[in-house]
């Protein structure tokens, strides 16, 4: 079982953090068994499993379903669930309220929320003292890229990259126990994690940080589109189950399936005497 210290050890002996997204039992399965350090129920499942066409809509009733499934499939990794949009801003109350229901209802060890704004570092803080760790992520924030421009790379001006510095501060001082980087200039983000003594885990936002996570469904290519340029694809599951559902199709269609060793056998004796029965349950004389 990995814990926060057993993160910050790693950190401190230079050892890359391994983050990846998980968003049911089969994807923690597959965390777990790949033996990586902490596993994020994103929001991004609201796209990746749901087929929203952003994170926006995503409610805390959904995503405490799929954190359950997620937690049922894990063992060591250190887990963290995203707290959805809408669910965190009104107040303190209503920011702790929802990080409990993720930790009680579905197990998550920490939560994450969004920006580095004076709300979200006072909801994290409250998160904070309500003895919930939280995880901080600037940059790119999903949740209001509508806001942001759209989905592209932030901190590309200095003004830009020092508001993000400033969110770092706070939101390391309002007591979060690592923060997510996302698509930032590499050279930016390599003066960033100078600014804050716990682990940052980069998305799109070049190697400086001490760790990386990436989205289960963009990795192994569960999409039909690219996805964006930081993405590498370690595999193209989606070819995969679509070749695989089509060889079925096929197989089916040309009766190949199911073959004999796909049956259940009777013995021939129960049989027969079945077929007896079934004469008196039809009225019909045996074999019409
Ligand atoms: O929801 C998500 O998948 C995330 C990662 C991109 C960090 O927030």
Redesign the pocket.
């Known amino acids: 079982m990995i814990t926060l210290p057993a993160i910050t050890e790693k950190r401190r002996r230079g050892e890359p953090l391994v983050?990846v997204?998980a968003y049911d039992f089969p994807s923690a399965r597959a965390a777990e068994a790949a033996g990586v350090d902490l596993v994020?129920v994103?929001?991004?499942?609201a796209q990746t499993v749901l087929g929203y066409p952003s994170?926006v809509a995503v409610t805390s009733e959904e995503m405490i379903v799929l954190a359950r499934a997620v937690r049922r499939g894990l063992e060591s990794p250190f887990m963290i669930a995203?707290l959805p949009f809408g669910s965190y801003e009104e107040s303190d109350e209503q920011a702790v309220r929802t990080a409990m229901r993720f930790v009680k209802e579905a197990g998550a060890q920490a939560v994450?929320l969004?920006r580095g704004n004076s709300t979200s570092v006072s909801r994290a803080r409250a998160i904070v003292q309500s003895g919930i760790p939280v995880m901080g992520?600037v940059g790119l924030t999903?949740q209001t890229s509508t806001a942001l421009g759209g989905n592209r790379a932030q901190g590309r001006s200095s003004g830009d990259a020092t508001r993000i510095a400033g969110e770092m501060v706070a939101l390391a001082a309002a007591g979060c126990f690592s923060i997510?980087l996302?698509a930032i200039p590499a050279a930016v983000t390599a003066e960033l994690v100078k600014l804050v003594d716990i682990p940052t885990?980069g998305?799109g936002a070049g190697p400086a940080t001490d760790g990386q996570?990436?989205?289960f469904h963009d990795l192994l290519g569960i999409r039909d589109s690219g996805g964006a340029r930081f993405v590498q694809r370690y595999a193209d599951i989606q070819q995969e189950m679509t070749a695989g559902v089509a060889a079925y199709a096929a197989d089916v269609r040309a009766r190949r399936y199911p073959a004999a060793e796909h049956w259940y056998s009777i013995d021939p004796g129960e049989l027969e005497r079945f077929r007896e029965q079934l004469a008196e349950v039809s009225g019909r004389p045996p074999g019409l």
């Not at 994103?42 to 499942?45: A, K, T, Y």
């Open positions: 983050m997204t994020l994103g929001d991004s499942g994170t995203d994450k969004e992520h999903p997510v996302e885990i998305i996570v990436l989205v």
